[in-house]
Structure formats: C-alpha cells, structure tokens
C-alpha cells in the first residue's frame, strides 16, 4: 500500500519566493496533519484536517502560512512570502479517525524547505 | 493540556545490549493512545509501537516492548538486543482518545555503539 507521499522532498528557494508544500494522505483517511520540525522547536502541528475541514490551525505560525484540503486525497501547505527562518522539515501526516477512538498516524517522507 | 516529557536528550548502548527510554505524560483524560516514533538519519517518521491506555497488558512487537504505567503516567519503550539500524532519534507521543491530535515529546537520541 501506498503510504503518504509529499512533495517536494527538498526544496531550496530564496527569500520572499513562494513555496507550496503538497501531500496526498493515504487513500481512505480522513485526517490530515501538518507538522514542521526544527531543532530549535521540535515537532510543531501546524494544522489539521478533519473529513477535508481544518479543525485545528492555531500552530499556523502568521499569515504568511495557509493550508488547503480541496478534496479527501490533496492539500497543499503554502508559504508566501518565505523567510530563511522557515527552513525546516515539513512533514504531512494522515490517519483514520473513528468518532470515539484515536488511531495511529502515518507520516510522509517530510519535505526539507531551505530558504536563502 | 497534555504534556509529553522525554528527560533524555541523548542515549547511547552497546550493539546487542537492552536499553530502556523514558517518557512521562501529563493528562487527566482517562482513555487516551500513546505511541514511540522512530526518526532515523534519514528524517522519515516511523511507528514503532502503541498502547491503548484501557489495556493493561504491555505491547510488545518483536524487540520493542513498553512499560506501561498508568496511575504513575510513564510509558517507558525498552529495545532490546540492539542493532546498529536502531540508531535514531525516538519520539514519545500521545493521543486524546476524544481528540484527534498528538502530543510529542522532544525525542531522545539513540546510538547504538558497534
């Protein structure tokens, strides 16, 4: 089976460029996370989706930052304009959510973002 | 709010030796899910084991295996006979059972010594 697949895996850009981070979740999933780590924060949950609506985007960093779930098998994770403090790993996630239960997460290979 | 603490940053063992890395959560949920991530060199997230909090039996998968201490809040994973190819940064983490979202912790890096 196919795991969750990100892409880019890395990306260099220069500053103030815009950068868009894309995720496909495992097929029949209907929670998608965004998480970006770096050494000085550790893992951070940016946003997560529930059945393709964000339920939770309050680790959104600022405005610069926006995420979109257009259907049950995208998102994109957008930066604009980037900033050499954006570097990082960002790694999308997917899960299967029961109403009352939790389940495990899947992580994607992660995307390396360098800003320069 | 929930609290992942790991208190040990860096861990080194000897190839075939036991090695045992803590964690301890903060929660007044009752039913929640806790997990152990591997992140070796290579960056990539890996699920190494889970534990339903309702379960008092131990999980276990091959070599990995938890200790599982509800009423003290640890959740310690033990790898034994350890082997080069665990060498990796571990994540403690965990899961609302009422919620969707994780908690780690700030991972504790393991080499294994030839």
Redesign the interface.
Known sequence: DAGVIQSPRHEVTEMGQEVTLRCKPISGHN?L?WYR?TMMR??E?LI?F?NNVP??DSGMPEDRFSAKMPNASFSTLKIQPSEPRDSA?Y?C?S?F?MS???N????G??S?LTVV | AQTVTQSQPEMSVQEAETVTLSCTYDTSESN??L?W?KQPP??????VI?QEAYKQQNATENRFSVNFQKAAKSFSLKISDSQLGDTAMY?CAF????????Y?G??TSLTVIP
């Open positions: 929670s996370f780590q550790g893992l949950l997560y529930n339920i939770d790993v790694f996630a899960s959510r009352y239960s939790g495990t997460i899947y992580f290979e992660g390396w | 929640y899910y997990f991530y290579s960056r990539q997230m890996i699920l889970r994540f899961m609302r059972n009422t919620g969707n979202q994780f780690f700030t991972g």
